[in-house]
């Protein structure tokens, strides 16, 4: 029994925010889709009168930070608090500033807050956060400081049953080398890792027996797979999904598909009763993508969990 089971499923009421962002989350004076994309995104979410939107509250901001620098090398947090050592600052793959961290703990908070809210209340939220699948304990790749998934799974697990699990469902173009190399380091024996990808970058062996990572071929192979591992989760009885909804698989996957996949993995997992927690991950700005269609794009799943 946890705390949140007297409470039992029961949707949204249309006034309660569920869906996480703070001008922190564009902190760093680095202008990159990473960076910028998430108010954009924002601005669509309200203005189309999806949801409110509301920065994380500050008691989750507080007791993110500690956890953050609890689970992390203290070198490598340093390092992102001050620039030194400069390399392990940029580590992750951009210039230092300070609005990394400001960032970083933001954004990873708004992950935390969200998934507390869908599992209180048994609903879809979301956070404009990055997933940052590639970020490590002691040091940031693939334009990754932390990792927001893996410090949610661990923030949420003193907040639900013994027994229960959480999954990560990854989607995103690249591999989530970071979440299971954290999955392993902090033993979230919790967590049913499931990862399908359209790219080889950060590619791993899953440290578990049931989580899986598979590099898709092709579209028809990608979205059979996206379906196949919805069907493991919802097998699974997991108290909830993190999913990492990045729109880079566009580099093999028509923007159609990815759209239909929204709609997918939200419908099924709303006939499951499973509450779910988005955030918005990979999608760049490229040939037949610029910026307004990219936030776009990444606005489909707020429409498909929240709308
Ligand atoms: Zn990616």
């Not at 869906?19 to 979410?45: C, G, M, N, Q």
């Amino acid at each position: 029994m946890n705390s949140f089971d007297t409470e039992g499923p029961t949707r949204g009421d249309g006034d309660t925010p569920r869906v996480f962002w703070s001008p922190d989350y564009v902190a760093p004076s680095h202008v990159f889709d990473t960076t910028r994309k998430s108010e954009a995104v924002r601005d669509l979410i309200v203005g189309r009168g999806i949801d409110p939107v509301s920065e994380p509250p500050a008691t989750v901001m507080a007791s993110t930070e500690k956890l953050i620098e609890e689970l992390h090398d203290p070198i490598y947090i340093e390092a992102l608090r001050t620039g030194d050592p400069m390399d392990l600052a940029a580590s992750q793959g951009f210039r230092w500033d300070a609005g990394i961290w400001t960032m970083a703990t933001s954004s990873t908070s708004g992950v935390v807050a969200a998934l507390e809210l869908a599992i209180k209340h048994g609903f879809a939220t979301g956070s404009l956060s990055s997933g940052l699948h590639h970020a490590r304990r002691d040091r940031g790749r693939g334009y990754c400081s932390i990792n927001g998934l893996a410090v949610a799974a661990e923030a949420i697990r003193p907040r639900i049953g013994l027994d229960d699990r959480i999954a990560i469902f990854d989607v995103d173009a690249h591999c989530g080398g970071g979440t299971n190399e954290l999955i392993d380091d902090w033993a979230l024996d919790h967590v049913l890792h499931l990862d399908v990808s359209t790219n080889d970058f950060d590619r791993y062996q899953p440290c578990r027996p049931g989580n899986e990572l598979h590099r898709a071929t092709s579209t028809a192979d990608y979205m059979a797979t996206v379906e196949r591992m919805l069907g493991l989760i919802i097998e699974s009885g997991c108290r909830a999904v993190l999913y990492n909804a990045g729109m880079d698989a566009l580099e093999m996957v028509p923007e159609q598909d990815l759209r239909r996949r929204e709609e997918l993995v939200s419908s099924k997992l709303r006939s499951a009763d499973i509450p779910c927690t988005f955030v918005l991950a990979g999608g760049y700005v490229g040939p037949g993508l610029d910026a307004d269609a990219l936030a776009d794009l990444h606005t489909a799943t707020a429409e498909a969990f929240i709308g």
